[in-house]
Each structure stands twice: as structure tokens, then as C-alpha cells.
């Protein structure tokens, strides 16, 4: 991840800072969150039922894409030199707009929207998070994900 100086952050506001690589996201991927989180439904574990669906194949929980935002995000996202830590604070929005079917490839598109104090020494940065899926105009999603920077 960039590091600038506090005073610069701002400078960011406003600006596209990138997209992270390609990630395929497969079945096992799929599986292995719906034993994470107990989400058991049809429609991401079961391809021969997913298959009858109008999306023709099994897709990602959509908590299952929301939860890449830190992991593709991490190179992206600058961050205040001196930085101690970076939590995640929650998000102010999510929009899902359609779904990520087995096997699609997808990649995080970050824009910095907001630099604000919380308190001397910590710094709330927002982004917008958008999850592009590879060959589709759509998104999966818009989110607006918050990280406290400790510096």
C-alpha cells in the first residue's frame, strides 16, 4: 500500500487510486465460505439446482464478495505514513447489483471519497469500493467501506 504524509491524504479525495489484480472465484471458494458462515443455500453449493436458476450456474454469496473489499484493497488503498495500524470500521453503503457466477473473475476498482480527524493520531478514511466482474459493463457491487488509521 502507499504511504504519504498525513498533510497529503486529502490530496487523494476526489481520485481514482486503482484496481487490484484478477481473482477467479471458484467453487471451492464458495464452499468453504458457506461452511465459514452456515449459508448452505442451493444456489451457491448446488450446481446441478443452480443450474435451473435464470443465472445458470452457482454464485457467490454476495457477503462473500463484500468480504475480498480489505484483502484486494490492501495495495490500493493509501494510507498515512507512520501508520501504526488500520482497522476496519464498517461500511456506510452496499448496493449489490448482480451476482458473481462461479468461475468469473473479478477485481476491485477504489476511489478515496472522504479523509476525516477522528482524533489526533487517528485518521477515517472512505472509499468506494466497486467489484467489477471480467467481460461484464455491470458490477457486482458499490460499496463505501471505512478503515481508522492509527498513526
Known sequence: MPYV???ELKDYVGKELGRSEWL?????????????TGDYQFIHVDPVKAAQTPFGSTIAHGFLSLSLI?????????????LKMVVNYGLDSV???QPVK???????KVDLTDVTEKKPGQWLLKATATLEIEGSDK?????EPLSLCFV
Open 102 to 108: 462461479v468461475n468469473s473473475k473479478v477485481r476491485l
Open 139 to 143: 458490477p457486482a457491487y458499490i460499496a
Open 70 to 82: 480489505p484483502k484486494l484493497m490492501e495495495d490500493i488503498l493509501v494510507m498515512p505514513e507512520g
Open 5 to 7: 504524509p498525513v498533510a
Open 24 to 36: 477467479t472465484i471458484d467453487q471451492e471458494r464458495i464452499n468453504l465460505f458457506a461452511e465459514a
Open 95 to 97: 448496493r449489490f447489483i
